[in-house]
């Protein structure tokens, strides 16, 4: 039986460069070429296509290769949704301006600074704002902390293998298998692996380098645990001799 891989004609992409420390996102079509691709980042960037070097970087950051055939369709690299490509300006003009390593600095000696009363930091402490709101703060991190320990309470309720319904505020309602339950290296706090039943995760049970579970690429997805539910949730038999 053949097997026809459908692959999306356009990709979501962040944007960096040696320009500027912002970070943007452009959706471009898999068809186009790098130099193609160059001209079209000019407009973002600012930089001259003659003077880009692209590197390709994964959903998780890690360095994957440099860009640097010209004559290549932008799909005939791994790229997926929210990898990242990294633009270097080779020309040094434009980040000139950014450099502020050039500029003489000048700073006033903290205790002058708190003296002052047209400062921002007298502003802050004279309306309560941010940190120096105390209650406030402290009412925040209490929230925060009662929230951690409900989703570390609907950890506990999990456990590997469990058919489960994942259901994270504007993205549809997905059903898979749960595959791991705990802490990750990745971000703080609790969280659940889950199998997906259709290829609507983000990787292979694998991130930043290290495997949780396993599964097949675009099944894996890791969500907080509020946001699953377990239960009789069947998987979906397609039979293929019906349409």
């Known amino acids: ?22 970070e943007v996102t452009r959706r471009f079509n898999r068809g186009i070429s790098i130099a193609e691709l160059k001209g079209k980042l000019e407009m973002v960037v600012g930089a001259s296509p003659s003077c880009m070097d692209l590197e390709l970087f994964s959903v998780s950051d890690l360095f994957l290769q440099k860009m640097d055939d010209s004559e290549a369709l932008l799909g005939s690299y791994p790229v997926d949704d929210n990898c990242r490509i990294h633009v270097i300006d080779k020309s040094g003009q434009i980040s000139e301006y950014t450099d502020v390593s050039k500029v003489e600095k000048f700073e006033l000696p903290d205790d002058a600074y708190n003296k002052r009363t047209d400062s921002a ?21 209490a929230e925060l902390a009662a929230r951690e320990d409900e989703q570390k309470a609907a950890a506990d309720t999990l456990s590997a293998g469990s058919r489960c319904k994942v259901q994270v505020p504007g993205q549809p309602t997905k059903l898979g298998t749960v595959m791991y339950v705990g802490t990750t290296d990745f971000k703080p ?24 579970f396993e599964c097949e690429n675009k099944y894996g997805g890791f969500v907080k645990p509020l946001s699953v539910t377990v239960g009789d949730f069947p998987e979906e038999n397609y039979d293929l001799d019906e349409m």
């Open 121 to 141: 930091r007298s502003f802050m402490k004279k309306h309560g704002v941010g940190h120096f709101n105390e209650e406030e703060m402290a009412k925040k991190k």
């Open 189 to 212: 706090g609790h969280w659940v692996g889950v199998k997906y039943d259709e290829p609507l995760g983000k990787h292979d049970g694998t991130v930043a380098g290290r495997k949780y």
């Open 1 to 22: 039986m053949d097997v026809t891989v459908v692959t999306n004609p356009t990709v979501n992409v962040r944007l960096t460069t040696t320009i500027s420390s912002f």
